[in-house]
């Protein structure tokens, strides 16, 4: 039985379109030219292949350099969420309805969790937040971020829905035994995934389904 919805924040509790991960990509690129040396190429190629290699850019920055961790993240979110996302009252009533505790689990750093959750105004839906600090620096899709997660709740991975816009984010928490949710216009039914929906909001049709089979 479902007892934790564990959902990502970026690109997931708000669409692509919104453009904060453009803006933090930018700033990423800045920060490998301006802290690190790199050309504007050589930076924006370098995010590409850490992002797909490792998950983050962090990532491979922890296995191939030195860096300032704090500064880093730091620097790389500073974006005026504010102006970039707005209340979102659909969501929150629809966050209200869930039948499971809501935790965030992301691959960012808190602060940036909680300026995303307050600028959405769904704050309150959200007792726990596992972001990449909390998680030792282990990231999705690392099998070892989902092990980090499910001690820290005291939970069977079978007692967890996962609810991403990341396909290559569901695959390991599928593996595990946790129920899978794809969210986003592109997705679909695909081997990995239990639910597709083409965004968050959709996730109360979910728990409708999930509670209609227990």
């Known amino acids: 039985m479902i007892k934790y919805a564990l959902i990502d924040l970026d690109e997931t ?4 379109s919104a453009g904060v991960l453009q803006q933090v990509g930018q700033r990423i690129e800045r920060y490998l030219v301006e802290r690190m040396g790199m050309t504007p190429a050589q930076a924006a190629a370098l995010r590409v292949d850490y992002r797909d290699r490792y998950g983050t850019t962090l990532g491979g ?3 191939h350099y030195t860096a300032n961790t704090a500064d880093y993240l730091a620097f790389v979110h500073d974006v005026p969420i504010e102006q970039l996302l707005q209340p979102d009252p659909e969501l929150d009533a629809v966050l ?11 691959n960012s750093y808190r602060p940036h969790v909680e300026r995303v959750l307050c600028a959405l105004g769904i704050r309150q839906h959200f007792f726990r937040i596992f972001d990449v600090i909390a998680m030792g620096y282990k990231q999705k899709p690392d099998p070892a971020a989902y092990r980090h997660v499910l001690t820290g709740l005291g939970a069977e991975a079978a007692e967890c829905l996962l609810a991403d816009d990341s396909l290559g984010n569901l695959i390991p928490a599928k593996a595990l035994g946790m129920t899978t949710v794809w969210v986003g216009p592109h997705a679909g039914p695909v081997p990995g995934v239990d639910f597709a929906i083409p965004e968050v909001k959709a996730i109360r049709r979910v728990a409708e389904c999930v509670m209609r089979k227990a």
């Open 96 to 106: 209200s309805t869930l039948p499971w505790e809501c935790v965030i689990f992301t």
């Open 13 to 16: 509790l708000y669409p692509r």
């Open 61 to 63: 920055l922890r296995v």
